[in-house]
């Protein structure tokens, strides 16, 4: 099977480098497009009266809106400079990751999902949760899903 466009979702983990190579990879294998998409959870206060917190909740999401935008731009263009013919980048907000990007998958209608996956195990997952397990339970497309190397903290 030929690929013709991969979403590639990323956050700021390291082992979402590592899944940025393999994407870029593929792309290069089947001349196909990526599109790098980073999910900005869905605000937990949104709908209750935290007055106080609420102006250092919405800083926050700006600030981390600035910093996925200018991930995926770092990223676009690191792409583009290795040879990638296409590449697009998609923020996603106010979403649980997984939603973001089965949506985003959808949306685009992207033939494959690289995505890297923490490694949790024990507590660490029960509390945290998988999002890569969650994508690859309910995707109807491949997903690849890159394992980090690192150690379990």
Same mark, same amino acid.
């Given at each position: 099977m030929a690929y013709q466009h991969i979403l590639l979702a990323v956050d700021d983990s390291p082992i979402s480098y590592a899944a940025v190579e393999h994407a870029e990879k593929l792309a290069l294998a089947f001349n196909c497009k990526i599109t790098v998409t980073s999910v900005i959870a869905v605000d937990p206060f949104k709908g209750v009266d935290f007055y106080k917190v609420a102006p250092a909740v919405t800083q926050y999401l700006l600030e981390a809106e600035k910093n996925a935008l200018a991930r995926l731009k770092d990223i676009q263009e690191t792409l583009l400079h290795h040879g990638v013919s296409a590449v697009d980048t *998609?923020?996603? =907000? !106010?979403? $649980?990751p997984a939603t973001g990007i089965l949506n985003a998958?959808? !949306?685009l209608n992207v033939d @494959?999902?690289?995505?890297g996956s923490?490694? =949790?195990t024990g507590? *660490? *997952?029960f509390f @945290?949760?998988?999002v890569a397990q969650e994508v690859l339970s309910i995707c109807p @497309? $491949?997903?690849l899903i890159i394992k980090s190397t690192l150690s379990k903290d």
């Open positions: *998609k923020v996603v =907000r !106010e979403v $649980p998958a959808d !949306e @494959l999902i690289v995505m923490h490694g =949790r507590f *660490k *997952k @945290l949760g998988s @497309l $491949p997903v």
